[in-house]
């Protein structure tokens, strides 16, 4: 069954640099998201992302943060310059289309560990 | 704002009882709601989507119910086994509200032999 992959599983960084976590959305799905969690608290939406522009975003995903999707397959999110605030699991997510089937599905996480 | 709320935020029930796990909101405007399970430290499996026309969807043990005007959902999990313990979540998208969702606090389930 076709599945959200998402690299590194875990990543630990220094405050002030920056990351970039990558996520390989299910192959024929059209709408791309990255969601955050920080450790006890809800999951919480940052950006959707459509047709090769961001179609909304929280009020989290300032100007440290970008998405991209650099070729047919990856989506990624960029955080320029990280806080420690920003330690969190970044999940990515991805679903079918616009219309009124629109499940979403997660991939893995990435556990992002600012020092 | 749309605020979703989950109770009980945990519960432990012995292996082979049926269980009711109960989601709020408080925008009835919603065009759909997911459910989710989520393992500790791993990701997001969703369970079920049902659209705001719907009144419930079925999969397998799992009932999800939908009421909009009363601004609540239910899932009900029958015959609960031990590798049903994991943390549930509920989400709901907003009509004209795009495509995020709004996540609950969730509901930490332990099913015990």
């Known amino acids: 069954e076709p599945e959200v992959t998402q690299t590194p599983s875990h990543q630990v960084t220094q405050m002030g640099q920056e990351v970039i976590l990558r996520c390989v959305p299910i192959s024929n799905h059209l709408y791309f998201y990255w969601y955050r969690q920080i450790l006890g608290q809800k999951v919480e939406f940052l950006v959707s992302f459509y047709n090769n522009e961001i179609s909304e975003k929280s009020e989290i995903f300032d100007d440290q943060f970008s998405v991209e999707r650099p070729d047919g397959s990856n989506f990624t999110l960029k955080i320029r310059s990280t806080k420690l605030e920003d330690s969190a699991m970044y999940f990515c997510?991805?679903?079918?289309?616009?219309?009124?089937?629109?499940?979403?599905?997660f991939g893995p996480g990435t556990r992002l560990t600012v020092l | 704002k749309q605020e979703v709320t989950q109770i009980p935020a945990a519960l432990s029930v012995p292996e082979g009882e049926n269980l009711v796990l109960n989601c709020s909101f408080t925008?009835?405007?919603?065009?759909?709601l997911q459910w989710f399970r989520q393992d500790p430290g791993k990701g997001l499996t969703s369970l079920l989507l049902?659209?705001?026309?719907?009144r419930e969807q079925t999969s397998g043990r799992l009932n999800a119910s939908l009421d909009k005007s009363s601004g609540r959902s239910t899932l009900y999990i029958a015959a609960s086994q031990p590798g049903d313990s994991a943390t549930y979540l509920c989400a709901v998208r907003l009509t004209g509200g795009g495509n995020k969702l709004t996540f609950g606090t969730g509901t930490q389930l332990k099913v015990e032999l």
């Open positions: 049902i659209q705001s026309s719907q």
């Open positions: 997510a991805s679903s079918p289309q616009t219309s009124s089937y629109n499940e979403q599905f």
């Open positions: 925008d009835s405007a919603i065009y759909n």
